[in-house]
């Protein structure tokens, strides 16, 4: 079996659905030989990698082990889904306090075992901050860490494929941006059904203006639904994206979802955080341009970025990272 790199790629949380099924899905797509699975819980992390072992990929190099120190040193590529899980009832940002402070612990545990790592997916939420946590402390520059935006605007296609009864694929341009969350910007301009404009569907008979209300509301709660169905949150869609936004810089192929990075344009105005916009990711990591929509449209990514801001002064309030004017003591490169 042939692999794109035998780069060592380290999955936190491996021992959980995310983590563990990502570890499967890298080597059944090939991206790496080498890989290690860190996680806490020895007993679990064990019986995943057990059962990678007896899957007997040709040529794979898995360990497993809860020591950072061994996971980490000398990884090129990070993703980790090592925060506590959203639960039934629960949002995104309920989750602040407790998985914040894991992200600043996995940042500085970049910092100290892989300062030169290639690229960073930070999935466990609230995504946007948490990547930016892991950012501040990491010392890497802001194009080598991402976050897992991809699954707002694949919940966008979903729903208005079903809707309209046509294949997935025929659903094209659908973008979200801003916040991975409830307050997420749901733009309409950029898609298209076929070869028809969505704006041009939408108060018509075939996409009433509630219909589409609805639509925008189903993609804000699609986490939220996946754990009423499923009575968890989701596993699959979040690994299979996540290798696929690492294979982007391995292979340099790219990656056609938006991805959460870190903005800093005054002239955009958008100021020290990390959200999701239109992005392109390569080798030397992920690079953002601001979207291009209506002014309604860029009304609610301000509305976005304006929620992000706080939740962000949160987590500099709880002492998690330092105030802005400090943080180019921690990390040079912002």
Not at 128 to 147: K, N
Request: proline letters at 4%; aromatic letters at 6%; a negative charge.
């Amino acid at each position: 079996m042939s692999y794109l790199t035998d780069e060592k790629l380290a999955i936190l949380g491996s021992a959980g659905a995310i983590g563990s099924n990502m570890v499967q899905t890298a080597l059944t797509m090939g991206l790496t030989s080498n890989i290690a699975m860190l996680d806490p819980y020895d007993k679990g992390n064990e019986g995943a990698a057990e059962e990678i072992y007896h899957c007997s990929f040709p040529g794979a190099n898995v360990t497993w082990t809860a020591d950072p120190a061994e996971a980490l040193s000398g990884a090129s590529f990070v993703i980790s889904s090592g925060g506590a899980p959203r639960k039934e009832g629960m949002t995104r940002e309920d989750l602040l306090k407790g998985n914040a402070e894991i992200a600043a612990q996995l940042g500085k545990d970049i910092k100290s075992y892989c300062p030169a790592a290639r690229f960073v997916v930070v999935i466990f939420n609230p995504a946007d901050v948490t990547g930016l946590v892991t950012l501040v402390h990491s010392g890497l520059a802001p194009s080598r860490v991402a976050t897992l935006a991809a699954l707002d605007s694949t919940r966008l296609q979903t729903r208005l494929g079903q809707h309209f009864g046509v294949p997935q694929s025929e659903v094209t341009g659908c973008r979200t941006y801003g916040g991975h969350g409830e307050m997420m910007a749901v733009f309409a301009s950029t898609a298209s059904i076929g070869d028809r404009k969505l704006t041009d569907l939408i108060g018509t008979d075939e996409l009433s203006d509630e219909d589409w209300e609805g639509i925008k509301a189903h993609t804000r709660q699609g986490g939220k639904r996946i754990i009423q169905l499923r009575g968890r949150s989701s596993f699959q869609s979040p690994s299979h994206h996540a290798l696929l936004m690492t294979k982007a810089v391995i292979d340099g192929q790219g990656y056609p979802w938006p991805v959460g990075c870190y903005v800093d344009a005054e002239q955009a105005g958008f100021r020290h955080t990390l959200m999701a916009m239109e992005t392109t990711v390569d080798g030397d990591g992920v690079h953002w341009t601001l979207p291009q929509g209506t002014e309604g449209e860029m009304a609610d990514l301000r509305a976005s970025y304006e929620h992000l801001v706080k939740l962000r002064d949160e987590v500099i309030e709880m002492g998690v990272i330092p105030a802005l004017d400090g943080w180019s003591s921690v990390n040079p490169n912002l």
